[in-house]
């Protein structure tokens, strides 16, 4: 492969436009470039979840898998008309959060964003993904398309959510469950 970017100050956004994979030209503030900039924020808290110190070598090895399917995501936005993302990918992310749960036992009460150092940033990944599907979603209506890239969005945050629950237990033995008797 030959080099992509020569140059990184290009001067050609400073009108408040951005180029797509297509060549074409979009307002930095479009639905399509506020999606592809959230499923990149999402690609970067997953990134900086990899980074946790003692994270389970089978959590890490599949959020690096979830960070390339990411980065296929993005260029899916990236280029209208283009599919990257299929049905197999959204079966992985479900066949995951099916085996990390298998150990968990049921929920019965809502749990708080936190606990350890790798599950806070779990959460964080977790709530970014939901952001980055509403996202992905304005840009659907607007266009008028659809992909699996959105139900594997939904699927991502509930894998983290579950990876999250396991994480939790790693670090600290359990949740920290929301307190209902405080209302």
Request: proline share 3%; hydrophobic share 40%; charged share 25%.
């Given at each position: ?6 140059r990184i100050i290009t001067r050609t956004g400073d009108d408040g436009n951005t180029g797509l ?129 959105l139900i594997y969005l939904n699927r991502l945050s509930d894998l983290l959510f579950v990876m ?20």
């Amino acid at each position: 492969m030959g080099h992509r970017l020569s140059r990184i100050i290009t001067r050609t956004g400073d009108d408040g436009n951005t180029g797509l994979g297509d060549g074409s030209r979009v307002a930095k503030d479009s639905a399509r470039v506020e999606a592809i900039g959230a499923v990149d924020e999402l690609n970067s808290w997953i990134g900086l979840l990899r980074a946790a110190p003692s994270l389970p070598a089978e959590i890490t090895d599949c959020l690096l898998r979830i960070q390339h399917d990411l980065f296929d995501l993005g260029g899916e936005l990236a280029v209208p008309g283009y599919n990257a993302i299929a049905d197999s990918h959204i079966a992985a992310l479900e066949e995951l959060a099916g085996q990390f749960n298998e150990s968990l036992p049921p929920l019965k009460e809502f749990i708080l964003p936190g606990g350890g150092e790798a599950t806070g940033r779990c959460h964080v990944a977790r709530a970014t993904a939901r952001r980055a599907e509403r996202r992905c979603w304005a840009l659907a209506r607007e266009t008028g398309t659809r992909g699996a890239g959105l139900i594997y969005l939904n699927r991502l945050s509930d894998l983290l959510f579950v990876m999250a629950r396991v994480l939790a237990r790693h670090e600290n033995g359990a949740e920290v469950l929301w307190d209902r008797s405080r209302l």
